[in-house]
């Protein structure tokens, strides 16, 4: 969380090589506290010993992710063998 209260980060790690997890977050507190919106970024590649080299220097780039809000949580399916980096706004 930022100092000022207005930003926070997660970053979740779906170890699975073969298989999706979905997430949902719920925050506590008043809907004063509540995050109005968020993005999310995920880190993976199709193969587990996928890396970036010389000849292929982008194989593994940060690509956007679909987070939603549904009634008193947000969703988000985390893609196998990834890291996914969510920021929510106040």
Known sequence: MTPDGTRMSLSVVNPHLDREEILRLQFRGTSDDQPSRATA??????????????????????????????????????APFSLTTLEFLK
């Open 41 to 78: 970024w995920v880190l993976g590649a199709c193969e587990p010993l996928a890396a970036n080299d010389f000849q292929t220097p982008l194989r593994i780039t940060p690509r956007d992710a679909q987070v939603e809000r549904q009634s008193n949580h947000w969703a988000l399916t985390c």
